[in-house]
């Protein structure tokens, strides 16, 4: 089974159809890119797949189950582009608070809490305040927050993104030893070089898929040396702008 199915989705926004019938699936324990250009609707479809985006029309199914179903609470990870932590209280507190939300037994906080601040390397700031983090560590609290209670999907939205290239490096790593681990990503970014680091590529364009394969299927198939120049092979007029 598939950890995520969405099949025919429409979402309208502000009077303009931003998803007009979007299908796709993500297979289990992958680490699966989702990449297209600012504006294309991966934001929106992620906010879809976790449930808090109003839609107009099709399905999205998440570990057997429909999206947002109360249920998922605890099994589904989501970092957004915004801030998702409290920036007025240290790196431990905001992981406790997690913690307390997703279910986490009170007595087993402070070990949840500990075993998530070693996986994001920060354990040498469990008592530091978030306010005072540099950018990079405030990212490893969001995604940190996300891992509490060890979520089967995960649905990390860009963030990767601005990021110094050893910790993007450090972060991809991570994103695939949760993999082997059971976990299932998908990994939004706008930066095609990130391409290679992912199982599987979901490449969109204005609402619409134009690719799904691993990198090297889809450079085959369309005769490019890297993603960004597949991208462009399949969206610009000579291209047919959909995957076969």
């Known amino acids: 089974m598939d950890a995520i199915v969405v099949d025919r989705l429409r979402v309208v926004r502000g009077g303009r159809e931003v998803l007009p019938g979007l299908s796709l699936r993500v297979p289990r324990r992958a680490v699966v890119g989702l990449l297209g250009p600012s504006g294309c ?5 992620m906010r879809s797949i976790v449930g808090v985006q109003r839609t107009h029309g099709g399905t999205v199914d998440v570990l057997g189950l429909p999206a947002g179903t109360r249920a998922l609470r605890d099994r589904v990870g989501y970092v957004t582009q915004s801030p998702s932590v409290y920036v007025d209280l240290t790196v431990a507190e905001n992981l406790a608070y997690f913690a307390a939300v997703t279910g986490v037994p009170r007595g087993r906080v402070h070990e ?3 075993r998530v601040l070693e996986l994001v390397d920060l354990t040498g700031h469990r008592s530091a305040r978030v306010s005072r983090l540099s950018g990079g560590q405030f990212s490893r609290v969001s995604l940190g927050a996300a891992l509490v209670g060890t979520p089967e999907l995960l ?23 949760l993999a082997e681990g059971g976990a299932t990503l998908l990994v939004s970014s706008h930066v095609m070089d990130e391409a290679v680091r992912c199982d599987r590529l979901l490449l969109m364009h204005e609402g619409r898929l134009v690719a799904d394969d691993p990198l090297p299927a889809l450079l085959e198939r369309t005769g490019a040396t890297d993603a960004e120049g597949a991208f462009l092979r399949l969206v610009e007029p000579a291209g047919t702008g959909v995957a076969p």
């Open 41 to 45: 609707g991966k934001s929106t479809l």
């Open 112 to 114: 949840e809490v500990d």
């Open 155 to 177: 649905v990390l939205d860009e963030p990767t993104v601005g990021l110094d290239p050893v910790l993007r490096r450090d972060l991809w790593n991570l994103f695939h030893r």
